[in-house]
């Protein structure tokens, strides 16, 4: 069974452009949620998406957004980029949304995202 | 609101030892689970072992244990007969909805 894939592995972008990442769930999971991990700042959570609707969102400014496809395949799309948008952004599919504990997250290995 | 604290930046331990990683958490909540997830510099965020808060009995993988002390919010990691495929960054974390809530991480080197 395939893991969690994201594209692209490495991205590297100049200020003022924007992104989109693309993660593709294991088959089968319907929730994604998206990570952004930095040295300073750690894990933190992003979005959660569900049957293509955003169920809950971070602490994050809404020059990040996101979307979801009826195969469950996510996006997320960071407009304006700033320098301290580098970062390794992870995707994490689980079956259905809710507690993790009885349905884990499973991560991808992530997008290496960096801002010249 | 929920905090996860790990304050070992780094640990170190030789082969066939056993180490033990601290976390302690906070929360509110009565119903969470605790995760160790292992990151490798492959990236990709492996879990290692969960916990049910409501369960008692600590949670066992194979070479991996952890104590969980509910009353003292420390859920810490043992990793016993350690291995060189271990070294890596441990992360601890906490869910009580729909979100892991992550520690900052201890780097763990294992010596030949």
């Known amino acids: 069974k395939a893991g969690v894939t994201q594209t692209p592995r490495y991205l590297i972008k100049t200020r003022g452009q924007q992104v989109t990442l693309s993660c593709s769930p294991i088959?089968?999971?319907?929730?994604v949620s998206w990570y952004q991990q930095t040295p300073g700042q750690g894990l933190q959570f992003l979005f959660e998406?569900?049957?293509?609707?955003?169920?809950n969102k971070g602490n994050f400014p809404g020059r990040f957004s996101g979307r979801q496809f009826s195969n469950s395949r996510s996006e997320m799309n960071v407009s304006t980029l700033e320098l301290g948008d580098s970062a390794l952004y992870l995707c994490?599919?689980?079956?259905?949304?809710?507690?993790?504990?009885?349905?884990?997250?499973?991560f991808g290995d992530g997008t290496r995202l960096s801002i010249l | 609101a929920q905090t996860v604290t790990q304050s070992q930046p780094e640990m170190s331990v030789q082969e066939a030892e056993t180490v033990t990683l601290s976390c302690t958490y906070d929360t509110s909540e009565s119903d969470y689970y605790l995760f160790w997830y292992k990151q490798p510099p492959s990236r990709q965020m492996i879990l290692v072992i969960r916990?049910?808060?409501?369960?008692?009995q600590n949670a066992t993988e194979n070479r991996f244990s952890v104590n969980f002390q509910k009353a003292a919010k420390s859920f810490s990691l043992k990793i016993s007969d350690s291995q060189l495929g271990d070294a890596a960054m441990y992360f601890c974390?906490?869910?009580?909805?729909?979100?892991?809530?992550f520690g900052k991480g201890t780097s763990l080197l294992v010596t030949p």
């Open positions: 974390a906490l869910n009580s909805g729909y979100a892991l809530n």
């Open positions: 088959s089968g999971h319907r929730s």
């Open positions: 998406y569900f049957s293509e609707t955003q169920r």
């Open positions: 994490a599919s689980s079956l259905v949304p809710g507690r993790l504990g009885v349905q884990p997250q499973h």
């Open positions: 916990q049910e808060a409501y369960k008692q």
